[in-house]
């Protein structure tokens, strides 16, 4: 009899023996998770494909967890207090300045849309984040209606995006949501920025 | 004179996997490979429709949140976490196919 004899009933469903005959379930980890038998090696794969999806499930759940803990930082910075921005005039009607509201942030473009009418948001467009500047509708474009040309919009120079001046939503091209607004007041000569609107940053 | 031959040991009778005895036996033992395959497959379709109702989750709140819209984030984290749960679950039971 050899040292290595069999000691249980071989398995029909293993059509290998190990080397030291033992089964498999008594075989080191490594021999287990790298079968021989092609069956026994398919279930072996499906089941790590299984552990594998899962970990990428925690992984969202991970990505889920920093947009709440973003969400929570945000509400807990509170208002952002009153930033004076601009003189009123200082600013031609149509005419554009960048400002950073609040001190730091990423730029944001006030438009003086009437003699005393303000408007104002974050500057980088929703698309892919390039600045947008004021512009006149029709500008080099014959397919925009009559009745629309020249009047006052924010443009996309980048991938020809266009949005309402006054609200801010995208009108034309790539963009597909409205630009963050940032909230203004006009206390005599002077612009100031109060806030950003909720539902739009 | 011809002799009676002895009686022979009765055959151990198999057991049932339901009765008392049953439920001693470890999972692997009561399928068959085949019916492994069979189980390990229906959890890693199961658990990859989990996980891509996941993917629609975090990309619809990264969508909102970037909109401004940050009260989904925290029904869309629980119910992201519920799934893990069931995945985490799924895995469990395929665990325990093995010992």
């Known amino acids: 009899m050899t040292p290595h004899a069999p000691q249980t009933p071989r398995d029909p469903e293993r059509r290998t023996v190990p080397p030291d005959g033992r089964p498999l379930e008594a075989q080191p ?45 945000e509400r807990a910075a509170g208002p952002r207090g009153r930033v004076a921005v601009a003189r009123v005039n200082e600013l031609e009607i149509g005419k554009a300045k ?35 500047v004021p512009a006149r509708l029709g500008e080099g474009h014959s397919d925009v209606a009559v009745s629309q040309r020249g009047k006052l919009a924010l443009h996309c120079p980048c991938h020809n995006g266009w949005f309402d001046v006054e609200t801010g939503s995208p009108t034309a091209g790539p963009p597909r949501r409205p630009l963050p607004r940032v909230t203004l007041e006009v206390r005599g000569e002077t612009v100031y920025a109060t806030g950003i609107e909720e539902g739009t940053a | 004179m011809s ?20 439920r001693m036996q470890p999972e692997h033992a ?51 976490a519920a799934c893990l749960g069931l995945n985490g679950g799924l895995l469990w039971y395929l665990y325990r196919l093995d010992r």
């Open chain 1, 29 to 73: 980890r490594w021999r287990q998770d790298f079968p021989i038998d092609w069956p026994q090696d398919e279930y072996v794969g499906r089941r790590e494909l299984v552990k594998f999806i899962v970990l990428t499930s925690v992984a969202f759940v991970a990505g889920q967890g920093l947009i709440v803990l973003k969400s929570l930082r």
């Open chain 1, 98 to 132: 960048t400002f950073q509201y609040p001190v730091g942030s990423s730029p944001r473009i006030l438009v003086r849309t009437g003699a005393s009418t303000f408007v104002a948001y974050d500057q980088a467009c929703t698309h892919l984040m390039c600045p947008v």
């Open chain 2, 3 to 22: 002799t009676s031959p002895a009686p022979r040991p009765a055959e151990p009778r198999a057991v049932p996997p339901h009765t008392a005895a049953g």
């Open chain 2, 30 to 80: 009561r399928f068959s490979r085949a019916q492994r395959m069979t189980v390990v497959t229906a959890i890693l379709a199961l658990v990859m429709l989990i996980v891509i109702l996941q993917l629609w989750l975090l990309t619809a709140t990264m969508n909102a949140f970037l909109g401004g819209h940050s009260a989904v984030a925290v029904p869309a984290f629980l119910a992201s």
